[in-house]
């Protein structure tokens, strides 16, 4: 049997989990599915070509309230918590209360 240590953390809302985690929603978008990431993209690539703006290769180049106003249009805080975590070369597990309540242990690897 093996027992992992690791510290847990409690979030209400995306914009906790966020500053917990040192995340931005570049980082979010980037973690998202390659499909997911391609329909960003292009639909700020359609709004800069109606505004008369340069378009952009990639969602680093994208500004973060953009990036924000879609995520949040489009995805849910599990699902975008999920894809982050996911994206991550650390351990996690998330216990989520059915509501809003998530609980986040970021397992130490170390201990093993």
């Known amino acids: ?13 995306l914009k906790q989990f966020m500053n917990r985690l040192n995340v931005d ?23 800069r ?8 290769d990639s969602l680093s180049e994208v ?9 949040e249009a489009n995805f849910g805080m599990t699902e975008t918590m999920k894809y982050v975590l996911e994206s991550r070369d650390q351990d996690y597990t998330i216990m989520f209360d059915g509501v809003s309540l998530h609980r986040i242990v970021e397992i130490d690897r170390d201990q093993e």
């Open 1 to 13: 049997m093996t027992i992992l240590t690791g510290e847990s953390y409690t979030v209400e809302s």
């Open 25 to 47: 929603y570049t980082e979010i978008a980037e973690s998202l599915p390659e499909d997911e990431q391609q329909k960003i993209l292009d639909a700020e690539n359609e709004f």
């Open 49 to 56: 070509e109606d505004a008369g703006r340069p378009t952009v």
């Open 63 to 71: 500004d973060e309230e953009e990036l924000r106003e879609s995520i």
